[in-house]
């Protein structure tokens, strides 16, 4: 039975009114809602959930509650519910208004501020549910508590009325329900997927607890509305099972421990697989910590010395003639890593590196104990291990070698551009964008098209290679990539770090991957993105690439013609200018850029002023390593079952 079954039955009396402590007040979130929420779109909307989310994990992490429910609404709301103790609704005696009004109107008012509520909290790296007032049109809270139902109604992020009784209730738990602001957000639909992914994820990484995800937009087939139940009796130990389901493992079982050290709870969970990546996931507090910190250091610093002692050890490094780097013990790791943390500090450019100097100690001493208890128990499994690092360390040596005519051909080292890039004529990178084109004919099209002054075109042969499949050296092997590398002006790897990226002499700030409308260009797409994500990861949260997204049709009535980006917009097209007969219009279906002249191409899809940019954004990191792991591993039926379920979505043939 898990320790979150046995939570308190009451603790009203210890957690009332008064636990609320108010920093500060709530002003200039709706002037400056980037500034909170990390900007106004997709992101930003989605992370308004997370906000009302946190307050129920953090429920779950003092142990007064084991159910969270979401639900999306057909109106365009969500709620979110909770069996936890219910915010308190009596008076607080500071602000002179109940608790419940301080918690959704004042910025960082709540529990959590106070220690004897709250021992941990993942809330804390937001803003908290008052933002998600701020910003909302219009927020209900039901609270059932001491036998009551309480509610309270917002708009905008002012009361509408004081809280007040509406009924009598057996149970306990909060009710959260509101509607984004549409004239703050730029879009207000949300994502099914989005949101599922972060309560697996949770799911994951709070054991024990259930959160579950119903979608009223959509019904199945079974007339049943779009729905997903997560709970994890495993914790991290599923969580790597997950992640690594698309990839074949070198030891059967996941190695795990979930454990205190210092006054610090540390989970840990890896496995090693036959792919060359490290993918390594941390959290703290349930929040992803994409930049690392201490605890990353303290897990790596601890794998590291492990496994080389267990190795010099057992004599099965004599042979080798150098080295072996950190990063050798890391290939095809995949990890995840879990702590949690009083008082978090957090650094870095996305306040989400991990800054407390004590939580590296308590780390490594956990990695530790964990590896050298399952090294001295599975001997067979160990030297398994050791061989896949040998074997990292004899690849990283042969990589060195291709690196180094990656750097020779650099701009960094005064070498020449590619000789297929058309280069554009303005220096400053802010400024400048280059387009990856698929094939020579497509490239010829763009390089007519262009304005040369800041786009640049850089045309590539076929489909790079599959980088999920190669090893490092094969990678720096590779002339198109060698080509991308160079284009770019970025500097790669270290003899510590092979992938190590240094990109601040970057040459355009809008990289455009720009390929056909059909399978092929989708996977040449997906190759790309696949390579930046493994081996340019950096690019892409700094918001460098980018998809263009070419016209699928051209359809001409008579002197009239106007172009179609989904098969939506065919038909109703055809409906408003035919009566929805086709036979009566020319519809044209561009199966390749090379298919448009150079005009065509500039007015649909290069031009700032028409044009359609997507950019590649990383919502949920270890959602996204499973995904690429899934599409361009070898295992086909997840990926055909994830083409057909998006293809629509995408615009793919199938």
């Known amino acids: 039975m898990s320790e979150l079954e046995n939570k308190p039955v009451n603790d009203t009396e210890s957690y009332g009114a008064d636990s609320i402590q108010v920093l500060e007040g709530l002003e200039a979130v709706r002037k400056r809602p980037a500034m909170y929420i990390g900007d106004i779109n997709i992101k930003g909307l989605h992370h308004l959930v997370y906000e009302v989310i946190d307050n129920s994990i953090d429920e779950a992490l003092a142990g007064y509650c084991s159910n969270i429910e979401v639900v999306i609404n057909t109106d365009g709301s969500v709620t979110v519910t909770d069996d936890g ?117 949770l799911a994951f990484l709070n054991s024990g607890i259930r959160l579950s995800i119903t979608d009223t937009r959509i019904v199945e087939e079974n007339g049943e509305f779009k729905h997903e139940l997560f709970l994890s009796e495993r914790g991290l130990a599923e969580f790597v099972d997950y992640l690594d389901g698309t990839r074949e493992r070198l030891i059967e079982e996941t190695i795990h421990i979930s454990t205190e050290k210092n006054e610090v709870p540390v989970e840990i969970a890896m496995c090693y697989n036959n792919s060359f990546t490290e993918n390594i996931h941390s959290y703290v507090n349930n929040i992803n910590t994409i930049e690392g910190g201490t605890h990353m250091t303290g897990f790596r610093r601890g794998l590291t010395r492990t496994l080389k002692s267990y190795a010099d050890t057992s004599g099965m490094l004599s042979k080798l003639k150098f080295e072996i780097s950190g990063d050798d013990f890391r290939e095809g790791l995949t990890a995840v890593l879990s702590v949690k943390v009083q008082e978090p500090q957090f650094e870095g450019q996305t306040k989400t590196k991990l800054g407390n100097s004590e939580i590296s100690a308590s780390v490594d001493q956990a990695v530790s104990e964990m590896l050298s208890n399952y090294l001295e128990e599975h001997p067979r499994e160990a030297k398994i291990i050791v061989n896949k690092v ?196 020319h519809v044209q279906r561009y199966k390749g850029l090379g298919e448009m002249n150079a005009e065509q191409l500039w007015d649909t899809t290069m031009n700032p002023e028409t044009r359609t940019l997507r950019q590649v954004t990383i919502e949920n990191p270890a959602e996204t390593d499973h995904v690429f792991s899934m599409l361009m591993g070898d295992d086909v039926p997840p990926r055909r079952k994830f083409i057909e379920d998006n293809a629509t979505y995408a615009n793919i043939d199938i």
């Open 390 to 585: 040998i074997l990292a360390a004899t690849a990283r040596h042969a990589a060195r070698k291709a690196r180094e005519l990656v750097q020779r051909k650099s701009v960094l080292t005064g070498g020449g551009l590619p000789g297929k890039l058309a280069d554009c004529s303005e220096k400053d990178p802010g400024l400048c964008e280059v387009f990856f084109v698929e094939g020579d004919s497509a490239g010829g099209t763009a390089k007519q098209g262009r304005d040369r002054k800041f786009q640049a075109i850089l045309p590539l042969r076929g489909k790079i290679l599959n980088v999920e499949k190669a090893m490092t050296h094969r990678v720096f092997d590779s002339e198109e990539i060698r080509n991308i590398y160079t284009a770019l002006g970025v500097s790669i790897g270290t003899d510590e770090d092979p992938k190590a990226l240094n990109f601040s002499k970057l040459r355009y700030h809008k990289i455009v991957i720009m390929t056909d409308a059909d399978v092929d260009g989708s996977h040449i797409a997906t190759l790309i993105m696949t390579f930046f994500f493994r081996y340019l990861y950096d690019l892409i949260v700094n918001g460098y690439l980018y998809i263009a997204t070419p016209p699928l049709y051209l359809v001409k009535k008579g002197k009239q013609e106007q172009y179609c980006w989904t098969e939506q917009q065919r038909i109703k097209l055809i409906e408003e200018w035919a009566g929805g007969n086709e036979k009566a219009l």
């Open 85 to 201: 103790r219910g915010i308190p609704t009596e008076l607080h005696t500071g602000e002179n208004k109940s608790a419940l009004e301080v918690v959704l109107t004042v910025l960082h008012a709540g529990g959590k501020f106070n220690k004897e509520s709250y021992k941990v909290s993942g809330g804390l790296h937001g803003v908290g549910v008052s933002c998600v007032n701020a910003l909302s049109k219009y927020l209900r809270a039901e609270i059932h508590r001491a036998g009551k139902i309480w509610e309270q109604e917002f708009e905008k992020g002012f009361p509408m009325g004081d809280v007040k009784i509406i009924g009598e209730s057996d149970r306990t738990g909060t009710i959260i329900t509101f509607v984004p602001d549409d004239s703050i957000f730029t879009t207000t639909e949300f994502k099914y997927d989005i949101l599922s992914a972060r309560l697996r994820e």
